[in-house]
């Protein structure tokens, strides 16, 4: 099983980062990797976030760089999700933050749709996760803390949701409703499944 990790500008590196085969950053996505080796990490970009001496830094310790010119037709995090894809993955782990710019925080969802729904993939912004539920699909949750919520990502849905709080049968979601934001796990497991449409599904946590 082949596991790639996208580190975006802001991401916070998660605690099993070793576990990876394959670390890009897209641009000052590398300021995360504090305390990490770099040999074989990929960076790619045009490297107009991060400072001069770090990108120095990375080449001098065995960092792969890519480095694209400013005026592209591409940001950052897609340039990492096609050099990602390219690595032919099963697992892929997208890492942002919250900070920045506020169209590149929104954006970082909409990767989800470039990668292919046989692999795994999930963006993780701090400690909240949000996938992509093809049509036709389900993803099964054991019990575990948060806050599930469900959005139509580009048109209207048909949903179930069963063992939560808030069951669902064959329900329409129509696109921009918010109505399937907050729900609740239950004790046993829950399975969320697409009829028709894709969601995006987000287990969030409530800010402490």
């Given amino acids: 099983m082949t596991s790639v990790l996208i580190l975006l500008g802001g991401a916070n590196a ?3 980062i070793q576990h990876y085969e394959h670390i890009i950053c897209a641009d000052s996505g590398y300021l995360s990797l504090e305390g990490v080796g770099k040999e074989g990490v990929h960076l790619v970009g045009d490297m107009d976030s991060i400072p001069p001496e770090r990108l120095e ?15 592209k037709g591409l940001t950052d995090g897609e340039i990492a999700v096609r050099k990602a894809l390219s690595m032919a993955p099963d697992r892929l782990v997208i890492c942002g933050g919250r900070s920045g710019r506020l169209d590149h925080v929104l954006s970082g969802s909409h990767l989800l749709f470039l990668i292919p729904p046989e692999v795994h993939a999930e963006l993780r912004i701090e400690g909240d996760r949000i996938r992509l539920l093809r049509e036709g699909h389900s993803m099964a949750f054991g019990k575990q803390e948060g806050i599930v919520s469900i959005l139509p990502a580009r048109g209207d849905c048909v949903v179930s949701v069963k063992g939560m709080k808030w069951d669902l049968e064959d329900e329409r979601l129509d696109f ?3 109505r399937g934001i907050h729900n609740e796990f239950r004790d046993g497991e829950a399975v969320i499944g697409s009829i028709s449409g894709d969601l995006f599904v987000m287990v969030v946590h409530e800010p402490v």
């Avoid at 830094?57 to 005026?71: M, Q, T, W, Y």
């Fill in 14 to 16: 998660p605690k099993d």
């Fill in 176 to 178: 921009g409703s918010t």
């Fill in 57 to 71: 830094e990375a080449a001098s310790s065995g960092v792969l760089i890519s480095r694209f010119p400013s005026d």
